[in-house]
């Protein structure tokens, strides 16, 4: 406003579109025009979509299988219900068999049921800057981590906290039965499992400054419920040990919801007969029954499933929109008898 | 410890600051440098508990900065608007404070600041200056202009009143004069009552050589006044600064609160006590589930130092309330104070509501009300200078059973005749002007009884004549109508020029002559009629007299019968044209009557008994057998648009009282001509009982008039949750339109505590309401009574330092600034130059202040609720361990960031119907005074729609990917996707709303829509970015998700998905409305009937049941179709007036 202003209208307020409230403007209006085609627009493609989707979702295998206590995995399960067998080791065998091939890429999950890691002390208790390697933070590890902060001598634990501690450490060996009785193995890719970003920028190794990843680790203690270090999780892959170790990356990634699934492997398809997929016939997966879930009533699944540009076989989606698609029509129509009237 | 006597000594400083009375420096200002921060930041003290609770690890389910951040913004935006009020405060202090004045201080006068000036100091005061302390007049100016003898009083300007106050200095002190070494020599002592408000006494003692005078009101000068017809004046302090009258006054306003301000109130209290049931429902919860699942899952997460499930869900309880405390935003406050802002803003900004002619801008002075300005329902006004101009005007008169002046409306006659030619008279106003020749034709003929007439008008007056130069005189009167007559008398001819106490000089057709002045039966309330006894030059006595036609009427002689009948007819026209009348009539007077009336008339007034009653019946006896001379008629010219303005108030369901100083015959004519009363309303009442008893039964009689079998006893609504007050009266419906004229002897019986009730319930039973001859404090107690006992917004509007009571009583306070001062102003929330601007204000910026306001509160629930909610369902689902959905920065910036413009655009900008639409169907008004736009109903829709949104919300995404993964196989159902998704779906949705809510897209709120989810896409990308992280890892956890998740077509599906599901009720229900005609805007009606505006009638219906206004369009032809809503009060008439988008007026 211009101060300067003098003579007999100097206090008039300026006469500017914002001013006097006059600013030009769209004015939106709900009629029967442009609702009600809107509407019906609006079902045509909820519809097209949800059949678009639902027949993409149907062109997506799964099989699920739980192994917790089941046939050979029974005694396991019943080992580890005692907490001073931890140590030992209990192998199952899981026999199954694919009606109809796998066609394309197999991905290879194992499934929690039950478990939480979307609890906030639980998804508190990691220290994200030592995982990035800061040395600092791997001798001094954050005071979420406690009580896996540090072990009873008072080394730091690497990698610290609960998340870290709890990892899923069954251990699977997947083998195709063929036609014959010669067992095959089936070929799984362990890497590339994880984000590219948390393989390659959150989860680092510390420094080597030509040290072995042993030394690096030195003066640290593995979380209290692992049978090996961090530095020996894959010790013939540098790339894949320590921290970015992908088992460890993809654990690390809690999963928001108390049912989860995470990625073990994904079917390499270099060597025949896998070059298109899991063919059909008798598999087994062989389990190091180590995971212990009777303690919260949990359950433990090996999934196989493909995957499109969708993502997995899951049908709500496709579902949900077919049923927005039928509430719009509805709506529409409902509004169409009423407009009518 | 309480004053209860002040002792002071005249020139005596050491005496006097003993006693510590405040000195005349004031202080407005609320903070001063070092005390602002610690002050400032204990006012604004909400939030602290959440944010002190952060601090205990243990609950602090949210890192630090989500509350510490917007609660540092919050404060400091807070204080930065403290801040520059205090600062104008400090201003206007300063300017105040340093005002100069001249002080007696060793025997000379010196020029010193205000606030130096300390009680018992003689200053002097100077004409036209504004008195700086209350003072005791002292001696005052032998002016120039008078004799001197006349000069123990001098009248005195109260500040924005146009009555002079006359003062009077004691003679003892008046004696001293202007000698400054008298004065310095001067050392009388004063005893008086302690500081109080009463602005109309005082008592108190001066003693000086040992006598006592007293001291009363007569004597005092408030500060405040303007000192006027006199050159100086010499006074005493005795009050200064915080303990004057006028600062004892103003000082301690209320503070006022809007409606929406206290049902906000109670809404946070119940969504204090909803949060503390959702916490404790999750509490519950996590109880039982530390039971079960907890206790099994200790092997992986051992409870944190022994805790057990009981205590564990107490401290979940906590982290809960950190949590959910964002149904409880601070922010609201904040966002609540700008808005108001921005709307007062565009008030002071609205180039219609500017004056050209004074040069005055309409003026937001409280900027915390303005939603308020869209609820009134009761306006009480004032009239004089409100609805009127103060401007009198001499317009027409009967002289000896012949009407002069022009028959035709004011407006015509500006241009149809040509105004009179005074110049053959030297000394008439220029200013004045009159449209009929026969009367100045008359004047010259020298017909006796016109002559007789203006004579009457020039003697019989108690104006006072400055003559500055030669033949240019200005009148001062103590009212204007009695200016415009001695002026009318002047232009034909017979010019009033001076006066002492016993003689008028008159110059009469050129002729000077000087009237001895025997007498003067001055005009008091009760007698409604003003006498003078005057020995004409010739040596002719002869009794002038002028008053109301009825007073009048009763004293004539029987020969004018016929006089009187020709004169009450014309007297009738006047009246209905809206004129104030006055009849005239005179009397020679026998020369032994009179010496012998005169000898009673001197002992009744040194009689010790009833002295009033012995005057009365003299005056009754002198003023008897009177010849009927004429009536004269003066027209209170009306502000410009004022019947329009009423009108349009009254069609907005405004109820109007009018709250005057005027007598009952002024105050129906100003009511009838400016619409407030018509000819067609059914039944004026007139309420003039002088008992108790009288005024209860007539108002009975009205009430059985208008309602026959009313019910005795109130129907009384029923009382308020929280509500402390009295209850509240129903409205009662009646027929017909009726109008109540209550004068100010039965207001004050109908005020008292035992009839209130009565009195109002008669007049909420009335379209119009006036009340004559009320007090100022009659007027705060009009509105108290409807404030109290009626659940309604009320806004009082005057000019005058008597409306100052009303303005701050009401909710809404409204001064004109005119001619007359600014006390009205000063302490009134809105101020403008005319009355005209009322409706605008109220109309169109309190309309869309009011719609702004509920569209943002109800907005701000919504998306704070949803918000909110999500989290609790998310509880279900993390072993109630209160572990939020969304990441932690969005929650920091989802109400400073994300959402915050938008819905200040909104609130800023929004508009349902532009300003001539809402001019031309003022119904658009009604449901801001029933609170429909926002109320607890309103507000539990809110609550429910939000609930719906935050299950959506969640639950789709849950579904969706919470066992999705992506094509490559990595992970998508981990809570970091899931965060960044539903926090995607959230902003989504709450955009999608605001643009449903939003009737005005202006290119800024587009801005604001597209900025903040452009930002929201820009502050995520950058917040997970890699180099973010690697500076601070453990900030930054998220890093990478918005790459990851973003980039998957599930994702944006379910973001798709929920968005449609959030907004299709919404749509459909609007559009319902719409439809069905339950919308207001023009452009919705055309198109959605698909008929033309311009060839149709719109019909305004009001449905009170379904809480909707209608607008229908019809052929003009057709009949109307019966409107639901079952013929309540609230049944609104159709809107007659031709259609089209024109401003009405």
Known sequence: MAKAKSGPLARRPDNSAFKQQRLPAWSPMLTANTVLPFFYFMAVICLLLGIWLLLTVQSVQEIRMDYTDSGACAHCHDLRKNVSNAALICTCKLYFHVDRPLKGDVFFYYGLQNFHQNLRRYMDSRDDAQMVGRKTNLKKPSSYCKPFATNDKGLPIAPCGAVANSIFNDSFKFQYLGSGSSDEPVPLWRKGISWYTDKNIKYRNPQMDNLSLAEVFHGTAPPPYWHRPVYELQTHDAINNGFINEDLIVWMREAAFPNFKKLYGILQRTNKPFESGLPKGNYSVEITYNFPVQYFRGRKQVVLTTLNWFGGPNKFLPIAYLITSCLVLLAAIGLTVVCKE | ?1145
């Open chain 2, 1 to 1145: 410890m309480l004053e209860l006597e002040r002792k002071l000594r005249a020139n005596d400083r050491e005496y006097n600051l003993s006693f510590k009375y405040a000195t005349n420096a004031i202080k407005t200002s609320k903070y001063n440098f070092f005390t602002f921060l610690p002050l400032n930041l204990f006012e604004q003290r909400f939030s602290y508990a959440c944010f002190l609770h952060q601090v205990i690890p243990e609950i602090s389910s949210l890192s630090w900065f989500t509350t510490v951040v917007p609660l540092a913004l919050v404060l400091s935006v807070t204080a930065a608007k403290d801040a520059t009020d205090d600062i104008n405060r400090h201003r206007s202090d300063n300017q105040v404070n340093n005002r100069k004045v001249q002080v007696l201080i060793d025997g000379k006068l010196r020029s010193e600041k205000w606030m130096d000036v300390q009680v018992g100091d003689i200053i002097k005061l100077e004409n036209n200056q504004f008195v700086t302390v209350s003072a005791r007049s002292w001696s005052r100016s032998r002016s120039t202009t008078h004799r001197p003898h006349f000069g123990q009083t001098f009248p005195l300007l109260l500040l924005s009143e146009t009555n002079l106050k006359v003062r009077q200095a004691l003679p003892v002190t008046g004696d001293l004069g202007d000698d400054v070494s008298k004065l310095a020599g001067f050392n009388g002592e004063v005893l008086c009552e302690a500081p109080n408000n009463r602005l109309d006494r005082f008592a108190g003692t001066l003693a000086y050589a040992g006598q006592k005078y007293a001291l009363d009101n007569e004597k005092i000068l408030l500060r405040g006044c303007t000192l006027r017809n006199t050159e100086w004046c010499f006074g005493l302090v005795l009050f200064g600064g915080p303990e004057t009258k006028l600062m004892q006054n103003c000082g301690k306003s209320a503070f006022k609160r809007t409606s929406v301000d206290r049902l906000m109130n109670v809404l946070v209290l119940c969504i204090f006590g909803f949060l503390a049931l959702m916490c404790t429902i999750l509490a519950i919860g996590n109880y039982c589930w530390e039971l079960g699942e907890g206790s099994a899952f200790t092997l992986f997460l051992p409870r944190q130092n022994g805790h057990d499930a009981a205590f564990s869900s107490f401290l979940t309880f906590w982290s809960y309330v950190i949590i959910l405390n964002t149904v409880v935003p601070i922010s609201l406050y904040v966002s609540v104070e700008f808005i108001r802002l921005g709307n007062s803003f565009y008030i002071d900004w609205d180039r219609k509501m500017y004056h050209s002619r004074s040069d005055t801008p309409a003026e937001a002075r409280t900027t915390t009300l303005n939603e308020e300005l869209g609820q009134i329902k009761y306006v009480f006004s004032d009239k004089t200078g409100t609805l009127t101009q103060n401007i009198m005007t001499f317009n027409k008169c009967s002289i000896n059973g012949k009407t002069y002046g022009e028959e035709t409306g004011p407006a015509e006659r500006k241009q149809h005749t040509e105004t009179v030619d005074f110049s053959f008279n030297p000394l008439a106003d220029p200013r004045f002007t009159f449209h009929d020749h026969a009367l100045v034709e008359a004047v010259k003929l020298e017909i006796p009884e016109v002559h007789a007439f203006f004579r009457l008008l020039a003697l019989c007056h108690t104006v006072m004549a400055e003559e500055k130069k030669e033949g240019q005189l200005s009148y001062q009167a103590q009212s204007p109508d009695e200016g415009a007559l001695v002026t009318a008398a002047r232009n034909f001819g017979f010019v009033f020029r001076s006066r002492t106490p016993d003689s008028v000089s008159v110059v009469e057709m050129g002729r000077q002559c000087t009237y001895k002045l025997l007498d003067i039966l001055d005009f008091n309330n009760v007698r409604k009629r003003m006498s003078v006894i005057v020995r004409s030059p010739e040596g002719k006595l002869s009794l002038f007299c002028k008053g109301a036609d009825t007073i009048i009427y009763e004293r004539l002689h029987r020969s004018c019968a016929k006089l009187m009948d020709v004169t009450t007819e014309h007297l009738n026209e006047f009246a209905g044209e809206g004129l104030r009348t006055l009849a005239l009539a005179y009397k020679d007077l026998d020369e032994d009557f009179f010496l012998g009336w005169q000898r009673r008339h001197h002992e009744a007034s040194v009689a010790p008994h009833q002295r009033e009653a012995k005057l009365e019946q003299l005056y009754e006896e002198i003023e008897s057998d009177l010849l009927l001379l004429g009536a004269t008629a003066i027209e209170d010219k009306l502000q410009d648009g004022v019947p329009q303005t009423i009108e349009q108030l009254s069609k907005a369901d405004i109820k109007i009282w009018v709250l005057t100083g005027d007598k009952q015959e002024t105050a129906e004519n100003i009511g009838y001509s400016c619409n407030l009363l018509s000819e067609e309303m059914n039944d004026v009442f007139v309420i003039g009982g002088n008992s108790p008893d009288d005024v209860r039964q007539e108002l009975r009689n009205a009430r059985g008039s208008m309602k026959p079998g009313a019910a005795e006893d109130c129907a009384f609504l029923p009382a308020r949750i929280l509500g402390k007050s009295a209850q509240a009266i129903a409205d009662e419906a009646v027929n017909g339109d009726f109008g109540l004229v209550i004068n100010g002897h039965s207001l004050a019986h109908a005020l008292d505590r035992s009839m209130e009730q009565d009195f109002l319930r008669t007049a909420c039973m009335c379209k119009a309401v006036i009340c004559c001859r009320v007090t100022p404090l009659q007027k705060a107690q009009v509105v108290q009574l409807v404030k109290t006992y009626k659940r309604a917004v009320t806004l009082a509007i005057g000019d005058g330092a008597n409306d100052v009571s009303m303005i701050k009583v009401a909710h809404i306070g409204v001064g004109i600034s005119g001619q007359e001062g600014t006390q009205a102003v000063l302490s009134s929330d809105y101020s403008f130059a005319q009355f005209r601007f009322l409706q605008r204000l109220l109309l169109v910026h309190g309309r869309w202040s009011y719609l702004r306001m509920c569209k943002f509160l109800r907005y701000f629930f919504y998306k704070n609720f949803t918000f909110t909610f999500v989290h609790f369902w998310y509880a279900f689902f993390c072993g109630f361990s209160a572990q939020t959905v969304y990441d932690e920065l969005f929650i920091t910036l989802y109400n400073l960031v994300y959402t915050a413009l938008p819905v200040l655009g909104m609130s800023l900008f929004d508009q349902d119907v532009n300003d001539a639409w809402s001019f031309q169907h003022p119904q658009l008004y009604v449901p801001g005074q029933l609170n429909l736009y926002f109320s607890k109903m309103a507000f539990f829709k809110c609550a429910l729609h939000s609930c719906y949104s935050s299950l959506v919300l969640f639950f789709i995404p849950y579904a969706a990917v919470g066992q999705a993964a992506r094509a490559d196989g990595r992970d998508v159902a981990d809570y970091q996707s899931f965060a960044v998704l539903t926090q995607t779906c959230l902003l989504f949705a709450v955009t999608l709303q605001l643009g449903l809510e939003m009737s005005y897209w202006t290119a800024v709120n587009g801005l604001f829509v597209v900025g903040s989810l452009v930002m929201y896409f820009a502050v995520t990308f950058t917040m997970y970015s890699n180099g973010l992280f690697l500076v601070l890892p453990s900030a930054f956890p998220f890093i990478g998700t918005a790459r990851n998740t973003l980039s998957q077509p599930n994702i944006w599906l379910t973001i798709g998905l929920t968005s449609i599901l959030c907004i299709l009720p919404v749509v459909s229900y609007r559009f319902l409305l719409a439809w069905m005609g339950l919308s207001i805007s023009p452009t919705v009606l055309e198109r959605g009937t698909g008929r033309r505006l311009s060839s149709c009638v719109v019909d305004v219906d009001f449905l009170p049941r379904r809480r909707f206004i209608v607008l229908r369009l019809r052929e003009p032809t057709t009949e109307r179709a019966s409107g639901g809503g079952g013929g309540t009060r609230s049944k609104l008439k159709p809107h007659e007036a031709s259609p089209g988008l024109g401003l009405p007026g």
